[in-house]
Structure formats: structure tokens, C-alpha cells
């Protein structure tokens, strides 16, 4: 089953790191997607790559439009999302589908490693399996899941839908409470991503934003969930 490796990149001088990390994976039945979110600087990082990927190259929309962008031309039957500062170790897709299959999962989350500018590793970040009643408590304090060791199947993100563009910083967190209005979420507690920490990253660029937004996911959810759990209380 093929896999797409979706790429959002706006000048980020780690996006060589990120393409290669893609391609080495030993799970071989993949497509690696750079979409090119209107960037200015650090194209020519990817050149190298061309031949090996599929570039997109759009307006600057955000990360949301640039995920959707990416899905839209996904041949795959898999998504996983690849942040252009992070990597994937060797084997994430491999130990990541295998898992997956082995439990019935249509999406799932992994532990990552947390490295610096310079790939030194920082930390090792778990998280624990979990009841969907229980994930969907956690997931009103806050998003407990890190992006790019999410891998959902296609056909469940067409039927919940794409992520919402209205969203610039917490689009993520949004998509996993709609993900799981409709199926549980599977945790891998296997380190299968390198998520690096550094002073331009997104978070940290935009702190305050991204309280603004979390605030509206915990609102837009906090009535949904609440319904979505009563209906099955009652079945």
C-alpha cells in the first residue's frame, strides 16, 4: 500500500534534511510531495531532490492549505505529514503501517525525540495508549498529539474532511478532534520521529496565536464531544 510523505515548506533551511529523511525510509511504497508554500528563500535545498519527489509550488496559504494542497495530488493510500524542520527515522513508515494493519487503525500517533539545530537529541517524549472516552477528555486540555507522527488513512480524511484553512496555527489539533469524532486513534509508543527545537520555529513564532486558536478548538469541541459521548452511552 503506498504512503504519501506530504511536505509543507516556507523557507526552511532543514527541508534538505526533512526530503532525505523521506526518501532513506525502508519502506520503499511511498511518494514524498514538497509543496512549496510561496517561499522566497532555501529553494534551491530542494533542487537536488527533484528528480525523486513531487514539487507543487503555490501561493502562500499557511500550513493547512498547503497539507490540503498536498493531499489533492496524494496518489496514496496512506497520509503522513513531514514538518520541513523535522525527520522521520528509517523505519517510521514501515513500523508505523505494520502497526496499524496489526490493530485495524485508520490513524495513528507515535513518541518522537525531540533534537536541536544541530540533530543533537534533546529528549524523548511518550505518550500512552488510551480509550477513545479518555483521549477525547485529554484532547479538550489540549493537543497531546505531535503532527508529524500522525498517519491516517486517506479514505477516512476524505470522509472527515480536509483541514481547515480558517485554522493558521492549530489546524493539527483541530483535525485530530475531528478525526475522532469518527474512529479511535491508535498510539505507537516507538520513537519514529526526530522534531526539531529551535528559535524560528512556528511555536514558537507564534505563541500567541496558537493560544488564540486552541482556544477556539476546545470550544468548537467541547459541545461535540460531549454530544458524541452521550449518543454512544446510549447504544
Not at 527541508?15 to 525502508?26: G, R
Not at 500522525?150 to 483541514?163: H, P, Q, R, S, T
Request: glycine letters at 6%; hydrophobic letters at 40%; one cysteine or more.
Amino acid at each position: 500500500m503506498k504512503v504519501s510523505i506530504i511536505i509543507p515548506f516556507y523557507n526552511c533551511p532543514f527541508v534538505d534534511q526533512a526530503i532525505k529523511s523521506a526518501l532513506n525510509q525502508t519502506y520503499k511504497n511511498i511518494e514524498v510531495i514538497v509543496v512549496d508554500d510561496g517561499s522566497t528563500q532555501h529553494m534551491e535545498k530542494i533542487e537536488p531532490f527533484k528528480n525523486r519527489i513531487r514539487y507543487i509550488r503555490k501561493a502562500n496559504g499557511g500550513t493547512a492549505s498547503a497539507l490540503n494542497t498536498g493531499i489533492r495530488h496524494a496518489t496514496g493510500k496512506y497520509f503522513a505529514w513531514l514538518s520541513s524542520d523535522d525527520m522521520f527515522v528509517t523505519n517510521k513508515i514501515e513500523r508505523q503501517l505494520a502497526f496499524m494493519k496489526q490493530v485495524g487503525a485508520l490513524v495513528s500517533y507515535t513518541a518522537f525525540t525531540t533534537i536541536d539545530a544541530n540533530n543533537k537529541a534533546i529528549n524523548q517524549i511518550h505518550s500512552r495508549s488510551m480509550s477513545r472516552s479518555r483521549l477525547i477528555k485529554l484532547l479538550l486540555t489540549g493537543c497531546p498529539i505531535n503532527g508529524c507522527t500522525v498517519m491516517a488513512d486517506m479514505d477516512l480524511i476524505e470522509k472527515a474532511g480536509m483541514f481547515d484553512e480558517s485554522f493558521k496555527y492549530a489546524q493539527d489539533y483541530e483535525m485530530w478532534c475531528r478525526l475522532t469524532l469518527h474512529t479511535s486513534i491508535f498510539y505507537l509508543d516507538e520513537l519514529l520521529v526526530l522534531y526539531r527545537v529551535h528559535n524560528s520555529m512556528g511555536s514558537v513564532k507564534h505563541a500567541g496565536g496558537i493560544v488564540n486558536e486552541t482556544e477556539r478548538v476546545k470550544s468548537k469541541y467541547k459541545k461535540l464531544f460531549f454530544l458524541d459521548l452521550r449518543k454512544k452511552k446510549r447504544k
